[in-house]
């Protein structure tokens, strides 16, 4: 199911239609029943099965040659850059086919061929890419600090070492561990040898074998990286894409980590969980969410697929990329892959999803939070909402500041999740900044830009981050921002509705200011780079819904939090079904499951079970899928007619009953706002900057005196947000796979 996609490219001219990306998604996503041999066919065919032709790493590449019915397997000879390679090929899973790994592949252009007598011969030219990446992410990143030394392996406790190189490279190494029947892991350094507490587990596919877990350590993109599967090495064969531990159930979860930060480091560990740092260690606490590796499941993740390391959507789709390559040619193709993973680790799949469809075949984004611009543009009006509040003239109640900020509670712009608005700072950070966003440490404090004392150093808002994406301002070498609030009505709803005064509105807007280039508040409003909002709809770095969005099954599942300062507030869901009507007509492919907050006992609980029904639901689906052979018109067609029936929007109670009434659910737990909403804008909130029009008193439910009105015009010279129309610069997803090879420039993918 998850063979690369071949011949799906976008034109050298214009915009890739939706139709064109449909297509493609149907190609990659659904591969292994698209790349069958034909048994009719005159002609050899070679495909790539580890990952696109044009994006090898690592000097190798498994692959796949279809062979005419007519042609006897062993008739058919390859070569790799005219060298026979025919040993390296065995017949595959498919009738008619065979695999190899194909290694020694030289930096650059490789070219295979495949011939027989009687049928026309096949050429495949793949393009090697070093394994310390980049391949599509666009330049690396500098400061880069590595953290091998500080890493220590899961249960083994053991440090990996001191990094080989500049890109922090370590040798790859394999340990295995076993569950002890106590129910702890435990390291197995002899694998020949059964410990008499050795535990069994029985998997999805009823095999109950010993829980012993093979671990691979690595590096990949300047990641560190790991994979954790069950593997006896004393009864099952030594793993390779033609022998298959007989505890491996065929799926890959692949998991993303939270937070939002800068990079400039490797990072530390590859699993973070949004209950804190306390459970943040390594794949094995994939358990906590769904018990996956005791039931069969392959699981893989990196320090740069973790969100709090690296804010980069773009790069965590390329590790992800090479780290499941590394798994396909030591384990051969999964039947599916699921991307797994809350809050940040929410964002990554989400964007990958659009944006390279078919790395994951179906998403569970919990604590969905869309991506990184819809992260933090709404929360770095906080700051900004304060200013105005803790100097007014007026009296503000709690009340009125919280219909202003539109979040379930006015806390939320003054407790924990306002230190992630300090993703528009530069750095350094004022002394009594709880931000914690700047990574220092592991990069040393004299690393990090200060207008004063370091303008060249590394710069901790999230457009430097993103830089290769967006690009920089020519004039001033920093990053170009699509970030901006002229015309913006803060409290225009809550104005409309009576909450607070024609004072206090004019106020408000008249002081709320914005942000410099340093992120440091300022009188004025924030002024976005028109390029770098073109760039941000274009490119797909505001979450639109559309791109592989539109054909991938989705269960999105939070707890609820609307009720106190947390940073996963429930809208966001409700905001992504509204993006996925827009760009499709529908949001079919989309189920939304909520459950209590899980700060208690009982809610964690009920979250936790919650995660076992996601996974369970999420492998019928794509099973469901994978085993569908009846035709379709459309790939959207397909994933919704095979969503299980039992799988359609839920809430659970206090004592984790399932709810399917919404009228309940949206009683129970209903979903707030934020700024950016409490000012007008409709409810797929993905306007970065509004077109304008004129002040109108029309607008306004309460009245206004002519020296208020006037007032008002002259707050907004150029007029206020006109919600009516589409952003400035807002246009179509350009297309998917696409390349950066400098910053602020992209091609598509080949």
């Not at 069958?36 to 002609?43: L, N």
């Not at 984790?656 to 909403?677: F, H, M, W």
């Amino acid at each position: 199911m998850n063979v690369p996609m071949n011949g799906c490219h976008r034109p050298a001219s214009g915009a890739v239609s939706s139709t064109l990306i449909v297509v493609c998604a149907l190609v990659f996503l659904f591969g292994g029943l698209a790349a069958q041999a034909d048994p009719v066919s005159r002609e050899l065919e070679i495909l790539a099965l580890s990952t696109r032709p044009g994006m090898v790493s690592g000097g190798a590449v498994l692959v796949r040659i279809n062979v005419p019915q007519n042609v006897p397997l062993d008739a058919v000879s390859v070569t790799l850059n005219g060298q026979d390679i025919t040993n390296a090929f065995r017949p595959g899973e498919e009738p008619g086919s065979l695999v190899g790994l194909v290694e020694s592949l030289v930096l650059g252009k490789n070219t295979l061929g495949a011939k027989a007598k009687g049928v026309q011969a096949a050429r495949l030219d793949v393009i090697s890419h070093p394994v310390t990446g980049p391949i599509f992410s666009g330049p690396h990143q500098t400061p880069f600090i590595c953290e091998t030394s500080s890493f220590v392996l899961p249960v083994t406790g053991e440090a990996l070492g001191a990094p080989l190189d500049a890109d922090c490279s370590i040798a790859t190494r394999v340990d295995y561990v076993y569950k002890s029947t106590d129910g702890t892991l435990k390291p197995l350094p002899n694998p020949t040898v059964r410990p008499v507490d050795l535990a069994q587990t029985t998997t999805t596919e009823g095999r109950t074998v010993n829980y012993i877990v093979r671990v691979e350590t690595g590096t990949i993109d300047r990641a560190i990286y790991q994979i954790a599967i069950l593997h006896d090495p004393d009864t099952d064969p030594v793993t390779s894409p033609w022998t298959k531990p007989v505890g491996w159930n065929e799926r890959l979860i692949y998991f993303f980590g939270g937070g939002c930060a800068p990079g400039y480091h490797q990072g530390e560990f590859t699993f973070v969980s949004k209950f804190g740092p306390s459970v943040e260690a390594s794949v094995f606490d994939i358990e906590r969410y769904g018990d996956a590796l005791s039931r069969g499941y392959a699981v893989a993740a990196s320090t740069q697929n973790i969100f709090r390391m690296n804010c980069n959507d773009v790069l965590s789709a390329e590790t992800t990329m090479m780290v499941k390559e590394r798994f396909i040619r030591q384990y051969g193709v999964p039947r599916y892959t699921i991307g797994w993973g809350g809050s940040g680790g929410s964002m990554q799949q989400d964007l990958m999803a659009q944006n390279y469809p078919g790395l994951l075949d179906g998403i569970t984004p919990s604590e969905n939070l869309l991506g990184g611009l819809d992260f933090f543009t709404p929360i770095a009006d906080c700051p900004l909402l304060r200013r105005v509040f803790d100097s007014s003239t007026q009296a503000w109640t709690v009340d009125q500041k919280t219909a202003v900020a539109g979040w379930g509670v006015w806390d939320y712009c003054t407790g924990s999740p306002a230190q992630f608005a300090n993703v528009v700072r530069a750095g350094p950070y004022p002394p009594d900044s709880a931000g914690t966003i700047c990574p220092a440490p592991p990069v040393p404090a004299a690393l990090i830009y200060d207008p004063a004392t370091n303008p060249t150093g590394a710069r901790c808002t999230w457009f430097d981050n993103s830089v290769n994406l967006l690009g920089r301002d020519p004039e001033t070498g920093f990053a170009r921002r699509a970030m901006d609030n002229v015309g913006v009505q803060y409290g225009l709803v809550a104005f409309n509705a009576g909450k607070i005064s024609a004072v206090q509105f004019l106020e408000l807007n008249e002081r709320i200011g914005g942000y410099d280039i340093d992120g440091n508040i300022i009188a004025s409003r924030t002024v976005a780079d028109r390029k770098a909002l073109r760039m941000a709809y274009e490119t797909g770095r505001m979450n639109s819904g559309a791109g592989g969005l539109t054909t991938v099954p989705i269960i999105d599942w939070r707890s609820y939090h609307d009720f106190i300062a947390h940073i996963h507030d429930s809208v966001r869901s409700q905001i992504m079904r509204a993006r996925l009507i827009a760009a499709n007509g529908n949001a079919a492919n989309q189920v939304i499951l909520i459950s209590p907050h899980d700060g208690t006992p009982a809610g964690a609980a009920i979250y936790a079970a919650l995660g076992l029904d996601v996974l369970r639901l999420m492998d019928q689906w794509l099973g469901n899928i994978a085993s569908d052979t009846a035709p379709y018109d459309s790939l959207a067609e397909k994933v919704v007619r095979n969503k299980p029936a039992e799988l359609v929007d839920a809430c659970y109670g206090a004592a984790g009953q399932k709810i399917t009434d919404q009228a309940t659910c949206e009683s129970l737990y209903p979903a707030r706002s934020n700024p950016r909403l409490a000012a007008g804008e409709p409810l797929t909130n993905d306007v970065l900057k509004c077109e304008l029009k004129p002040v109108n008193r029309r607008d306004y439910a309460q009245p206004l005196t002519d020296q208020q009105l006037a007032r008002l015009e002259t707050i907004f010279p150029q007029g206020v947000c006109d919600y009516s129309r589409r952003g400035v610069e807002q246009e179509p997803l350009v297309g998917t796979w696409l390349s950066y090879p400098s910053p602020g420039h992209f091609r598509p993918g080949d």
